[in-house]
């Protein structure tokens, strides 16, 4: 039976309107109108799509507030996540993804990119199944209320030239025909599942030798599939790969075939012109985190300049520092600035753009991120009177006032999922402190 919200304000695609019904019918909004509310149901404030957290590793999450102590850079952080992730188990990943997951709907979080590596067990030994570590993502992306692009990533080595260590050898099939056969498998287990993609990844020029990414390529080409990488985060990665293939990560992936409009290089924090031209040319899109970028003390990537050479721009959490996409979108205005010492880089449709529809279409869900019949039915309200936005109407409401705290309600899928502010699997808090607790 077809459902009716009432919207307060909402963004559609032309601009901003009160007084908007949306009606939905299963997971897809069959129509979109202005009028009174008769009895829709009312969404207070300002109604947005659904966001698309287009980077994150679950796990990270248990890291929250424990690598912020004493000093460090990227190397040193690592260090505390291959910790966290010795310890991971299908039912431990389960728990804690469940509720990391539902952390994002409550912040506004519809879809979200998870890019995967933790597979096997220790010693890198697979799992009698050997995907059961993603299935243990997909369902607690289920459970949460988002849709999910599981992003599998291939991981060979520790290093450019450097063995699997410790930690590491749970990521790794052996090599990339390996990962492939594994990655076949887990593709044909939800095939014609909408709610779920199921794309490749490299992990990084550091963990995929390039005469190895040219099969995880083809496997994104094959299933015309999202195919993502970590790229330029580190300085110290682009100078291992100017000396070892003479060649910058960016130049790697493109020799190799793994760039393309279904590729996101993720960071890209140190590019160089040639790069930016080169992401710019294949149509690739570029993941900014800001948030986790600046915990790590990764730097500030180049975004404007990708964006004017037609590089579509989106936005993740990534180590779950903070999940906040409202945050994410304002710091990538806010850095700029920073580093240019001028304001007024990114209009407020832009930067929302990159946190909805731009998101979801690199996660291979492009009918997603829009309020328009047809689209998938993802409904975010956020409070114009709380403390934080009391005052402001437009979309700067959002995109420079709030936080995840002013998300009111949550349509998922056609699903409610966030209530007032609170998730239909209760009290998250308790949820989060259990699942880190085991882990720690």
Same mark, same amino acid.
């Given at each position: 039976?077809?459902?009716?919200?009432?919207?307060?304000?909402?963004?559609?695609?032309?601009?901003?309107?009160?007084?908007?019904?949306?009606?939905?019918? *299963?997971?897809?909004?069959?129509? =979109?109108?202005?009028?009174?509310?008769?009895?829709?149901?009312?969404?207070?404030? +300002?109604?947005?799509?659904?966001?698309?957290?287009?980077?994150?590793?679950?796990?990270?999450?248990?890291?929250?507030?424990?690598?912020?102590?004493?000093?460090?850079?990227?190397?040193?952080?690592?260090? $505390?996540?291959?910790?966290?992730?010795?310890?991971?188990?299908?039912?431990?990943?389960?728990?804690? &993804?469940?509720?990391? #997951?539902?952390?994002?709907?409550?912040?506004? @979080?519809?879809?979200?990119?998870?890019?995967?590596?933790?597979?096997?067990?220790?010693?890198?030994?697979?799992?009698?199944?050997?995907?059961?570590?993603? /299935?243990?993502?997909?369902?607690?992306?289920? %459970?949460?209320?988002?849709?999910?692009?599981?992003?599998?990533?291939? #991981?060979?080595?520790?290093?450019?030239?450097?063995?699997?260590?410790?930690?590491?050898?749970? !990521?790794?099939?052996?090599?990339?025909?390996?990962?492939?056969?594994?990655?076949?498998?887990?593709?044909? &287990?939800?095939?014609?599942?909408?709610?779920?993609?199921?794309?490749?990844?490299? /992990?990084?020029? $550091?963990?995929?030798?390039?005469?190895?990414?040219?099969?995880?390529?083809? !496997?994104?080409?094959?299933?015309?599939?999202? +195919?993502?990488?970590?790229?330029?985060?580190?300085?110290?990665?682009?100078?291992?790969?100017? %000396?070892? #293939?003479?060649?910058?990560?960016?130049?790697?992936?493109?020799?190799? *075939?793994?760039?393309?409009?279904?590729?996101?290089?993720?960071?890209?924090? /140190? +590019?160089?012109? =040639?790069?930016?031209?080169?992401?710019?040319?294949?149509?690739? #899109?570029?993941?900014?985190?800001?948030?986790?970028?600046?915990?790590?003390?990764?730097?500030?990537?180049?975004?404007?300049?990708?964006?004017?050479?037609?590089?579509?721009?989106?936005?993740?959490?990534?180590?779950? &520092?903070?999940?906040?996409?409202?945050? %994410?979108?304002?710091?990538?205005?806010?850095? %700029?600035?920073?580093?240019?010492?001028?304001?007024?880089?990114?209009?407020?449709?832009?930067?929302?753009?990159?946190?909805?529809?731009?998101?979801?279409?690199?996660?291979? !869900?492009?009918?997603?991120?829009?309020?328009?019949?047809?689209?998938?039915?993802?409904?975010?309200?956020?409070?114009?009177?709380? @403390? $934080?936005?009391?005052?402001?109407? *437009?979309?700067?409401?959002?995109?420079?006032?709030?936080? &995840?705290?002013? @998300?009111?309600?949550?349509?998922?899928?056609?699903? $409610?999922?966030?209530?007032?502010?609170? /998730?239909? +699997?209760?009290?998250? *808090?308790?949820?989060?402190?259990?699942?880190?607790?085991?882990?720690?």
């Amino acid at each position: 039976m077809p459902l009716t919200y009432w919207c307060e304000r909402a963004w559609l695609p032309d601009g901003l309107a009160d007084d908007v019904l949306v009606e939905i019918d *299963g997971d897809r909004i069959t129509r =979109v109108d202005q009028g009174p509310p008769g009895t829709a149901e009312r969404l207070p404030g +300002l109604t947005v799509p659904g966001l698309a957290n287009a980077h994150s590793h679950a796990f990270h999450r248990a890291l929250r507030g424990v690598t912020q102590q004493g000093r460090g850079d990227f190397w040193t952080w690592r260090e $505390r996540m291959y910790e966290i992730a010795a310890r991971l188990d299908p039912d431990s990943y389960l728990r804690l &993804a469940r509720a990391v #997951y539902a952390e994002m709907a409550m912040a506004g @979080v519809t879809c979200v990119g998870e890019f995967h590596y933790v597979h096997h067990e220790a010693g890198g030994r697979p799992y009698d199944d050997a995907n059961v570590m993603g /299935h243990a993502l997909v369902n607690a992306a289920r %459970e949460a209320g988002l849709r999910i692009a599981l992003l599998d990533a291939c #991981y060979v080595s520790g290093g450019i030239g450097v063995p699997l260590a410790g930690p590491q050898l749970r !990521f790794s099939d052996g090599d990339a025909d390996g990962w492939a056969v594994r990655a076949e498998e887990l593709a044909a &287990a939800y095939a014609g599942q909408s709610d779920v993609q199921i794309g490749a990844a490299i /992990h990084s020029v $550091r963990a995929v030798p390039p005469d190895q990414m040219g099969v995880v390529a083809e !496997f994104s080409h094959r299933h015309v599939a999202p +195919l993502h990488a970590h790229v330029s985060e580190q300085r110290a990665e682009n100078a291992a790969c100017v %000396e070892a #293939y003479a060649a910058t990560p960016v130049q790697v992936l493109h020799e190799r *075939g793994a760039l393309g409009p279904r590729s996101t290089a993720v960071h890209a924090t /140190h +590019l160089t012109d =040639v790069d930016i031209e080169l992401i710019g040319q294949t149509d690739a #899109y570029v993941c900014m985190c800001p948030t986790t970028e600046r915990d790590l003390a990764d730097g500030i990537g180049p975004a404007r300049a990708l964006c004017d050479r037609g590089t579509p721009i989106t936005l993740g959490s990534d180590s779950h &520092a903070v999940i906040d996409l409202f945050e %994410e979108a304002r710091a990538v205005e806010l850095n %700029e600035r920073l580093a240019t010492e001028t304001r007024g880089h990114w209009p407020a449709t832009d930067l929302l753009h990159a946190a909805t529809a731009a998101g979801h279409a690199s996660l291979g !869900f492009p009918d997603a991120g829009m309020l328009m019949p047809g689209a998938w039915a993802d409904l975010v309200s956020v409070r114009l009177d709380s @403390v $934080r936005t009391a005052g402001v109407d *437009g979309l700067e409401a959002v995109v420079y006032a709030a936080t &995840a705290a002013d @998300v009111h309600s949550v349509i998922s899928c056609g699903r $409610r999922v966030v209530k007032d502010g609170r /998730h239909t +699997l209760g009290d998250i *808090g308790t949820l989060l402190a259990e699942a880190i607790g085991e882990l720690r």
